[in-house]
Nanobody
Framework: QVQLVESGGGLVQPGGSLRLTCAAS????????MGWYRQAPGKEREMVAA???????NYADSVKGRFTISRDNAENTLYLQMKSLKPEDTAVYYC???????????WGQGSQVTVSS
């Protein structure tokens, strides 16, 4: 079992920055890939960024160059630094972890990010 708790969402103006944090606990030694997903109203959940235990990263085209995912294995924490935010980045952001041989997925509770003037 893995528990994921997100923090750091909120309201920001276009062009602003936010950092999301995801604290992992439980069977963290079995975590393979961690990532951030988001879901806007009326839309399907989409992958934003992912990072492997070795540090390889992958980003959605819509956030490349603006978002940075990072992982502190010692602190069991995942981050998403978001810059140059746009109104279309408004969504609930979810932390995700894939664990063990069978890549069991765990999700955080979600953190609202609203980009608006």
């Amino acid at each position: 079992q893995v528990q994921l708790v997100e923090s750091g969402g909120g309201l920001v103006q276009p062009g602003g920055s936010l950092r999301l944090t995801c604290a992992a606990s439980g069977s963290i030694f079995r975590i393979n890939v961690m990532g951030w997903y988001r879901q806007a109203p009326g839309k399907e959940r989409e992958m934003v960024a992912a990072i492997t235990s070795g540090g390889s990263t992958n980003y959605a085209d819509s956030v490349k160059g603006r978002f940075t995912i990072s992982r502190d294995n010692a602190e069991n924490t995942l981050y998403l630094q978001m810059k140059s935010l746009k109104p279309e980045d408004t969504a609930v952001y979810y932390c995700n972890a894939r664990v063990g041989v069978y890549e069991t997925e765990y999700w955080g509770q979600g953190s609202q990010v609203t980009v608006s003037s």
